[in-house]
Protein backbone atom coordinates (compact mmCIF):
# COMPACT_ATOMS: atom_id res chain seq x y z
CA UNK A 1 0.00 0.00 0.00
CA UNK A 2 1.40 2.98 -1.03
CA UNK A 3 -1.06 5.30 0.94
CA UNK A 4 -0.46 7.87 3.81
CA UNK A 5 -0.09 5.43 6.86
CA UNK A 6 -0.83 7.04 10.49
CA UNK A 7 0.05 5.01 13.85
CA UNK A 8 -1.91 3.95 15.76
CA UNK A 9 -5.05 4.24 14.09
CA UNK A 10 -6.44 4.07 17.72
CA UNK A 11 -5.47 5.55 20.88
CA UNK A 12 -7.14 5.86 24.34
CA UNK A 13 -5.61 7.84 26.99
CA UNK A 14 -6.42 9.24 30.05
CA UNK A 15 -6.67 13.28 31.14
CA UNK A 16 -3.01 14.75 31.50
CA UNK A 17 -1.45 11.98 29.71
CA UNK A 18 1.53 12.80 26.87
CA UNK A 19 0.18 10.84 23.34
CA UNK A 20 2.31 11.32 19.98
CA UNK A 21 0.81 9.68 16.70
CA UNK A 22 2.98 9.27 13.79
CA UNK A 23 2.40 9.79 10.19
CA UNK A 24 4.32 8.26 6.77
CA UNK A 25 3.14 10.43 3.57
CA UNK A 26 3.43 9.60 0.46
CA UNK A 27 6.69 8.82 -1.02
CA UNK A 28 8.28 11.52 -2.75
CA UNK A 29 5.59 13.95 -1.33
CA UNK A 30 7.48 16.96 0.28
CA UNK A 31 4.05 18.19 1.70
CA UNK A 32 2.44 17.02 4.82
CA UNK A 33 -0.24 18.82 6.93
CA UNK A 34 -2.24 17.39 9.81
CA UNK A 35 -6.36 17.97 10.45
CA UNK A 36 -8.22 17.04 13.49
CA UNK A 37 -12.01 16.12 12.68
CA UNK A 38 -14.43 15.96 15.80
CA UNK A 39 -17.37 13.59 15.18
CA UNK A 40 -20.29 15.29 13.01
CA UNK A 41 -18.12 18.01 11.57
CA UNK A 42 -15.42 18.50 8.73
CA UNK A 43 -11.64 18.40 9.23
CA UNK A 44 -9.83 21.17 10.41
CA UNK A 45 -6.52 22.44 9.77
CA UNK A 46 -3.71 22.41 12.03
CA UNK A 47 -0.58 22.58 10.70
CA UNK A 48 1.22 22.34 7.28
CA UNK A 49 5.51 21.23 6.66
CA UNK A 50 7.11 21.81 3.25
CA UNK A 51 10.44 19.62 3.41
CA UNK A 52 11.25 19.77 6.96
CA UNK A 53 9.59 23.05 7.52
CA UNK A 54 6.99 24.17 9.09
CA UNK A 55 5.00 26.94 7.30
CA UNK A 56 1.66 27.17 8.71
CA UNK A 57 0.30 26.84 12.06
CA UNK A 58 -3.45 27.27 13.11
CA UNK A 59 -5.04 29.10 16.24
CA UNK A 60 -6.21 25.58 17.19
CA UNK A 61 -3.00 24.07 17.27
CA UNK A 62 -2.46 25.06 21.24
CA UNK A 63 0.57 25.32 23.48
CA UNK A 64 0.10 21.42 23.96
CA UNK A 65 1.04 20.57 20.65
CA UNK A 66 4.04 20.19 18.73
CA UNK A 67 4.67 18.82 15.12
CA UNK A 68 7.76 17.89 13.93
CA UNK A 69 8.95 16.67 10.56
CA UNK A 70 12.89 16.22 11.65
CA UNK A 71 14.07 15.03 7.89
CA UNK A 72 11.36 16.29 5.73
CA UNK A 73 9.79 12.57 5.74
CA UNK A 74 7.76 11.13 8.49
CA UNK A 75 5.66 13.56 11.27
CA UNK A 76 4.89 13.36 14.53
CA UNK A 77 2.28 15.27 16.13
CA UNK A 78 2.39 15.51 20.07
CA UNK A 79 -0.39 16.59 22.55
CA UNK A 80 0.29 17.23 26.01
CA UNK A 81 -1.21 17.46 28.96
CA UNK A 82 -4.38 15.94 27.08
CA UNK A 83 -7.95 17.10 27.61
CA UNK A 84 -10.78 15.57 27.08
CA UNK A 85 -11.66 18.09 24.19
CA UNK A 86 -8.89 16.73 22.71
CA UNK A 87 -10.89 13.42 21.53
CA UNK A 88 -10.90 13.74 17.69
CA UNK A 89 -9.61 12.47 14.73
CA UNK A 90 -6.50 13.11 13.68
CA UNK A 91 -5.92 13.28 10.19
CA UNK A 92 -2.78 13.70 8.12
CA UNK A 93 -2.44 14.25 4.39
CA UNK A 94 0.51 15.03 2.12
CA UNK A 95 0.62 16.27 -1.37
CA UNK A 96 3.65 16.46 -4.33
CA UNK A 97 5.92 18.91 -5.02
CA UNK A 98 4.38 19.67 -8.27
CA UNK A 99 0.80 19.12 -6.64
CA UNK A 100 -1.79 21.87 -6.64
CA UNK A 101 -3.05 23.00 -3.41
CA UNK A 102 -6.36 20.78 -3.25
CA UNK A 103 -4.45 17.59 -4.18
CA UNK A 104 -4.41 16.47 -0.81
CA UNK A 105 -4.01 12.54 0.06
CA UNK A 106 -4.99 11.67 3.37
CA UNK A 107 -4.38 9.12 5.62
CA UNK A 108 -7.14 6.83 7.77
CA UNK A 109 -6.45 8.63 10.66
CA UNK A 110 -5.50 8.30 14.18
CA UNK A 111 -8.66 8.12 16.76
CA UNK A 112 -7.69 9.70 20.05
CA UNK A 113 -9.94 9.43 22.80
CA UNK A 114 -9.37 10.97 26.10
CA UNK A 115 -11.30 9.54 29.40
CA UNK B 1 -20.68 33.03 10.09
CA UNK B 2 -18.78 29.98 9.42
CA UNK B 3 -16.72 30.34 5.85
CA UNK B 4 -18.34 27.14 4.39
CA UNK B 5 -21.64 26.10 5.23
CA UNK B 6 -23.08 22.49 4.68
CA UNK B 7 -26.51 20.99 4.98
CA UNK B 8 -25.27 17.98 7.31
CA UNK B 9 -28.05 15.60 6.37
CA UNK B 10 -28.51 12.85 6.43
CA UNK B 11 -29.76 12.64 3.05
CA UNK B 12 -31.55 9.41 2.19
CA UNK B 13 -32.30 8.39 -1.07
CA UNK B 14 -33.08 5.28 -3.52
CA UNK B 15 -30.73 3.52 -5.68
CA UNK B 16 -30.41 5.11 -9.10
CA UNK B 17 -31.60 8.72 -8.04
CA UNK B 18 -30.19 12.06 -8.94
CA UNK B 19 -28.35 13.35 -5.89
CA UNK B 20 -27.59 17.49 -5.25
CA UNK B 21 -25.27 17.73 -2.68
CA UNK B 22 -24.93 21.80 -1.76
CA UNK B 23 -22.71 24.34 0.24
CA UNK B 24 -22.55 28.18 0.08
CA UNK B 25 -19.43 30.09 1.03
CA UNK B 26 -19.11 33.59 2.57
CA UNK B 27 -15.80 34.98 0.75
CA UNK B 28 -15.91 36.00 -3.48
CA UNK B 29 -12.68 35.64 -2.73
CA UNK B 30 -12.18 31.82 -2.61
CA UNK B 31 -10.81 30.15 -5.70
CA UNK B 32 -10.58 26.44 -5.22
CA UNK B 33 -13.76 24.63 -4.57
CA UNK B 34 -13.24 20.92 -3.81
CA UNK B 35 -15.49 17.92 -3.01
CA UNK B 36 -14.54 15.24 -0.73
CA UNK B 37 -15.62 11.77 -0.02
CA UNK B 38 -15.56 9.79 3.03
CA UNK B 39 -16.25 6.51 3.99
CA UNK B 40 -16.96 5.77 7.59
CA UNK B 41 -13.65 5.50 9.49
CA UNK B 42 -11.32 6.17 6.62
CA UNK B 43 -9.70 9.48 5.62
CA UNK B 44 -11.21 11.80 3.08
CA UNK B 45 -10.58 11.39 -0.82
CA UNK B 46 -10.94 14.27 -3.53
CA UNK B 47 -13.27 13.55 -5.92
CA UNK B 48 -13.39 16.69 -7.99
CA UNK B 49 -12.13 20.59 -8.28
CA UNK B 50 -13.29 22.87 -9.72
CA UNK B 51 -11.22 26.63 -9.76
CA UNK B 52 -14.03 28.81 -11.77
CA UNK B 53 -17.66 28.78 -11.91
CA UNK B 54 -19.67 26.30 -13.94
CA UNK B 55 -19.78 23.02 -14.13
CA UNK B 56 -17.52 19.78 -14.38
CA UNK B 57 -18.57 16.36 -15.21
CA UNK B 58 -16.65 13.33 -14.33
CA UNK B 59 -18.66 9.98 -14.92
CA UNK B 60 -21.48 10.04 -12.80
CA UNK B 61 -20.36 13.21 -10.79
CA UNK B 62 -20.98 16.77 -11.45
CA UNK B 63 -19.30 19.68 -9.77
CA UNK B 64 -21.07 23.30 -10.27
CA UNK B 65 -19.92 26.41 -9.34
CA UNK B 66 -21.85 30.08 -9.05
CA UNK B 67 -19.31 32.76 -7.82
CA UNK B 68 -22.51 35.14 -7.96
CA UNK B 69 -24.21 33.38 -5.65
CA UNK B 70 -21.51 31.93 -3.79
CA UNK B 71 -22.91 28.88 -3.73
CA UNK B 72 -21.25 25.01 -5.19
CA UNK B 73 -22.93 22.03 -5.73
CA UNK B 74 -22.37 18.58 -6.23
CA UNK B 75 -24.85 15.93 -8.01
CA UNK B 76 -24.57 12.06 -8.66
CA UNK B 77 -26.41 10.77 -10.98
CA UNK B 78 -27.41 6.66 -10.85
CA UNK B 79 -26.94 6.61 -7.68
CA UNK B 80 -25.50 3.02 -5.80
CA UNK B 81 -25.12 1.81 -2.24
CA UNK B 82 -21.33 2.15 -2.72
CA UNK B 83 -21.79 5.91 -3.26
CA UNK B 84 -23.35 5.95 0.85
CA UNK B 85 -20.68 8.15 2.42
CA UNK B 86 -20.26 11.59 4.25
CA UNK B 87 -19.58 13.83 1.16
CA UNK B 88 -17.43 17.21 2.36
CA UNK B 89 -17.10 20.30 0.08
CA UNK B 90 -13.80 22.35 0.51
CA UNK B 91 -12.18 25.53 -0.39
CA UNK B 92 -8.75 27.18 -0.62
CA UNK B 93 -9.09 30.22 0.98
CA UNK B 94 -6.30 32.14 -1.15
CA UNK B 95 -3.34 30.61 -2.97
CA UNK B 96 -0.88 32.11 -0.50
CA UNK B 97 -2.04 29.33 1.92
CA UNK B 98 -2.29 25.42 1.83
CA UNK B 99 -4.81 24.97 4.29
CA UNK B 100 -8.24 23.69 3.02
CA UNK B 101 -11.60 24.77 4.70
CA UNK B 102 -14.07 22.40 4.95
CA UNK B 103 -17.69 22.04 5.25
CA UNK B 104 -19.57 19.72 7.77
CA UNK B 105 -20.17 17.72 5.89
CA UNK B 106 -23.33 15.34 4.31
CA UNK B 107 -24.10 12.15 5.09
CA UNK B 108 -25.49 9.78 1.74
CA UNK B 109 -27.48 7.13 2.00
CA UNK B 110 -28.30 5.10 -0.81
CA UNK B 111 -31.23 2.49 -0.30
CA UNK B 112 -30.63 -0.61 -2.48
Known amino acids: ?115 | QKEVEQDPGPLSVPEGAIVSLNCTYSNSAFQYFMWYRQYSRKGPELLMYTYSSGNKEDGRFTAQVDKSSKYISLFIRDSQPSDSATYLCAIVRDTGRRALTFGSGTRLQVQP
Open chain 1, 1 to 115: DTGVSQDPRHKITKRGQNVTFRCDPISEHNRLYWYRQTLGQGPEFLTYFQNEAQLEKSRLLSDRFSAERPKGSFSTLEIQRTEQGDSAMYLCASSSPAGAVYEQYFGPGTRLTVT
